[in-house]
């Protein structure tokens, strides 16, 4: 797949001579609400043009006609993605207008989850959520989880075009690699949160760099560069003190698909 509309090289041509690191370093680690960084650039005009644009291009790759909803589903009809181009920010305002809370075992889901999010809903942070290591997230990590499941709210993947174009972030070689040493270290046993296909899902890929941007306190037309995947490499999870699957997402873009990496960060609406 070539990548072509994204013009990242001259980016980073400009930032060879370098105060730009600066400012990179100096913008990491935001400290403000990312659920309300995330609703600023949802409901920029940039951010609404780039939506509309790749539901367009998406669409044709879908189903035609109406999904009778017994046999077949809605979400791969092209209706589906219309139905948010023309109602963008009626359902930009009803995600943001409230969280769900509460105990992970009322959602039938365990405290490591962190939290529950799908299309058209506002989202769920669990109150008992916990890190690996058992500890209790702190109220700027639950933030953290409180936009990510938003972002499942505001978007999915269902075409053929952009499951395809967002999974190309991925090596799959070495996710391979990676799921074998896991399953090693595990006895055989799935007993972490290690779901290979989970990773390879379109649309925790697109929230995990939606967490990126979110880390930079970037705008909409803010242009995320090879620089900053570096610098969210060597800092993001020490910095945010949680990990929900980034390291390993980060472990599978690799120099062979870093380039579809800041092609499809900069390009869809995230």
């Known amino acids: ?47 609404k043009e780039r939506f509309i644009k790749q539901r367009d291009e ?37 995600i943001f207008s409230m969280t769900g809370m509460g105990l992970a075992g009322r959602y039938a889901q365990s405290p490591i989850s ?41 978007r999915d993947f269902h075409s053929l075009l952009d499951k395809t174009e967002i999974r190309s972030v991925v090596d799959f070689k070495e996710l391979d690699e990676l799921t074998k040493e896991r399953r090693i270290a595990e006895g055989g046993f799935r007993t972490q949160r290690f779901v290979p296909g989970y990773l390879s899902k379109p649309d925790e890929i697109i929230e995990r760099m939606s967490q990126f941007k979110n880390y930079f306190g970037m705008k909409a037309s803010d242009i995320f560069t090879k620089k900053h995947l570096d610098y969210v490499r060597q800092h993001y999870v020490a910095d945010i003190g949680l990990d929900n699957g980034v390291n390993d997402l980060l472990r599978c873009v690799t120099p062979s698909t870093e380039e579809a990496f800041l092609y499809v960060i900069n390009k869809y609406p995230i």
């Open 58 to 94: 998406a669409m044709p790759a879908m189903l035609t006609g109406k999904s009778n909803g017994l046999l077949d589903r809605s979400e791969e009809f092209k209706q589906h993605y219309q139905d948010q181009i023309d109602h963008y920010e009626d359902r930009v305002n009803h």
């Open 114 to 154: 962190l939290g529950e999010g799908d299309i058209d809903k506002p989202g769920i942070v669990f109150s008992d959520a916990i890190k690996g290591d058992g500890m209790p997230l702190t109220a700027h990590q639950k933030n953290i989880v409180e936009s990510h499941e938003k972002g499942h709210g505001l």
């Open 1 to 47: 797949m070539k990548f072509t509309s994204i013009d990242t090289a001259s980016v980073e041509e400009n930032e060879s001579n370098n105060p730009e690191d600066e400012l990179i370093s100096s913008s990491a680690n935001y400290q403000g609400d990312w659920t309300l960084l995330l609703r600023e650039r949802m409901l920029d005009p940039v951010t």
